[in-house]
T-cell receptor, first 115, second 110 residues
Framework: DTAVSQTPKYLVTQMGNDKSIKCEQNLGHDTMYWYKQDSKKFLKIMFSYNNKELIINETVPNRFSPKSPDKAHLNLHINSLELGDSAVYFC??????????????FGPGTRLTVT | GQSLEQPSEVTAVEGAIVQINCTYQTSGFYGLSWYQQHDGGAPTFLSYNGLDGLEETGRFSSFLSRSDSYGYLLLQELQMKDSASYFCAWKPNQGGKLIFGQGTELSVKP
């Protein structure tokens, strides 16, 4: 069974379009995250939700809007896509955000290419 | 400013031992984690140091010295499958946020 899954795996779209990425975890974790990894492999946190409540909101353009319908799902909607949005987007989850270790489990990633 | 510094690349041979260093300049420090990422794959958790000292997990160990703002990941008995990128990640507070370093690409040669 896949612990953290994301769809789609690949997304190719044109500038100006709106797209969504979905994430689901079956680990029973309370906290979920979105990360962006650029072409230089720099991995940067974007958002985090704990039990459907937004707890981390980094400096991200407001074209990016996360939504958590329940604690097992975290989606990312991106409006008016730009070339610079091309990256791999990873979803992750952890048991809870305040655990000492806070081991995070990552999904397989969604490679977004904006042309 | 706040920063995490790791070497960009390290090369070693099978069976050898390699140490990947991570130095940090941060405001607020709660712990240091290490993650492994193979090409095209997802980051996977390796270890966490909340206190000074050595944590050992099989062939991998991680060390932290808060007074020196320094940590390292030690990989022993290197195998070809250890070729990957290794990231240190700083936990600035008690919440879930992790700040990742730029990553070290490890190449293991026969």
């Amino acid at each position: 069974d896949t612990a953290v899954s994301q769809t789609p795996k690949y997304l190719v779209t044109q500038m100006g379009n709106d797209k969504s990425i979905k994430c689901e975890q079956n680990l029973g974790h309370d906290t979920m995250y979105w990360y962006k990894q650029d072409s230089k492999k720099f991995l940067k946190i974007m958002f985090s939700y704990n039990n459907k409540e937004l707890i981390i909101n980094e400096t991200v353009p407001n074209r990016f809007s996360p939504k958590s319908p329940d604690k097992a799902h975290l989606n990312l909607h991106i409006n008016s896509l730009e070339l610079g949005d091309s990256a791999v987007y990873f979803c992750a989850s952890s048991q809870d955000a305040w655990r000492e270790n806070n081991e995070q489990y990552f999904g397989p990633g969604t490679r977004l290419t904006v042309t | 400013g706040q920063s995490l510094e790791q070497p960009s690349e390290v090369t070693a041979v099978e069976g050898a031992i390699v140490q990947i260093n991570c130095t940090y300049q941060t405001s607020g420090f709660y712990g240091l984690s290490w993650y492994q990422q193979h090409d095209g794959g997802a980051p996977t958790f390796l270890s966490y140091n909340g206190l000074d000292g050595l944590e050992e997990t099989g062939r991998f160990s991680s060390f932290l010295s808060r007074s020196d703002s320094y940590g390292y990941l030690l990989l022993q008995e290197l195998q070809m499958k250890d070729s990957a990128s290794y990231f240190c990640a700083w936990k600035p507070n008690q919440g879930g946020k992790l700040i990742f370093g730029q990553g070290t690409e490890l190449s293991v040669k026969p």
